[in-house]
């Protein structure tokens, strides 16, 4: 793999479209020179049978930096493009949900698609490389994001009682269930093995449905910390069920400034509608990144590993709206590059959101219609296995406090057979937009909007 700084340094000037979008970056200057595929991609057409390297557990992807870069900001733009349709869906209501782990459940699933279905995954997902190249890039952020934990281990320095639990913890996992007997594609099985670690778990669907359903939804509560403990409602799974790729990911991060307790007061947050709702306002006085532009407000809070952030964007009273409809990639680029260190005194809310939907309408009012149908071409997974994706289930959680943030998310995947100032202030009273970033690589973990303050704090 390139150097990992040079890796990250390229990733950020994509993003951004000029250097200092990362912050605090790396000190080495990017070279551009990749010793990994380098392919150049001039666009993703209709393609039947995309090539793979010589396949084995892959520790460290061997993937070249630019084309790294371009599949994050395609990430990026896919988190954008999925928070306008549930926002279309649900406009007065909050929603958080993890658009890294919808990204990987379809890129397992994507490995499988051929033909015009493997087209319409492409653009609505916002996929910048094919094949070989695109499943390189998001190991090498699996690679990335484990590495991220491990150094997460090692702070030490935050202010949090030992009692409250680890100072950061990130952990992602995949895994794949597959029906005892179907004649899965073998290169198929082999890529989403290498690449994202998730080795078929083979299940009895036809047989004993509702068994296999539980065994997966035990398997994302463990690894989501708890916090998901039914993904697959009663009756998603059945006897059509032949496979169920799942993604799922957690995240602790206490802040590297955390809130005194004694400075948390009641606050009034004024929801989109106008109603005024009393919530707990955490406060305090810190140097942070902070940018107005144009009125709009942002803030970065760090986490304790300094690596990852939840960046906050407040857009000026009675502008939410059209800024959330015309915000991009660009924009928040911009208004990063715009941060300086004022004394910032902060007025933040607590908040606890949980989200749980079917993403099959959005995805097809995404462009990405064949593979929910007849139509749906999967046979890179079964040659004539007639496989097509019979839903799409997500459900996130996150709860923000003086401490920090804990979340998770997980993704389903079911496919069924055929059939600037020296000091400011900032009181966080109104409707918000909020991401968490893992920074070096740009890659937006999680992402929500805040606009009603009534279901601002859900207990668990």
Known sequence: MTDRRTVLALTGALLAGAAGCLGEGPDDEPNGNG????????????????????????????????????????????????????????????RFFSPYSVSVALAMTYAGARGDTATEMTEALNYELEGGDLHAAFGALETEF???????????????????????????ANAVWGEEGFPFEAEFLDVLEAYYGAGMQLVDFTGSPEEARQEINAWVKTRTGDRIEDLLPGGSIDESTRLVL????????????????????????????GTETEVEMMGQSIELPYADVDGHQLLELPYANDDTSMVVIVPADGEFERFEAECTVETVATMLEETTRPE???????????????????????????????????????????????EIVHESFVEVDELGTEAAAATAVVMDESAPADHVELTVDRPFLCYIRDRPSETPLFIGRVVDGETLHQER
């Open 35 to 94: 010793n990994g595929n380098g392919t150049e991609n001039g666009g993703i057409g209709n393609y039947d049978a995309p090539e793979f390297p010589d396949l084995e557990f892959v520790t460290d992807p061997d993937v070249d930096g630019d084309a790294l870069g371009k599949q994050i900001r395609g990430n990026f733009e896919f988190a954008l493009d999925l928070l306008e349709q549930l926002r279309e869906d649900a406009p007065d209501e909050n």
């Open 146 to 172: 484990e590495r991220r934990n491990e150094d997460g281990q090692a702070v030490d320095d935050h202010e949090a009682d030992e009692d409250d639990g680890p100072a950061f913890e990130f952990t992602t």
């Open 246 to 273: 799942t993604n799922a990911i957690y995240f602790v991060g206490m802040w590297k400034y955390p809130f005194e307790e004694e400075a948390t007061e009641p606050g009034t947050f004024t929801g989109l509608d």
């Open 344 to 390: 910032v005194d902060l007025r933040f809310p607590k908040f606890g959101i949980e989200s749980k939907f079917s993403l099959v309408s959005v995805m097809a009012d995404l462009g990405m219609e064949r593979a929910f149908g007849d139509g749906a071409d999967f046979g890179g997974m079964a040659e004539d296995g007639g496989l097509f994706i019979e």
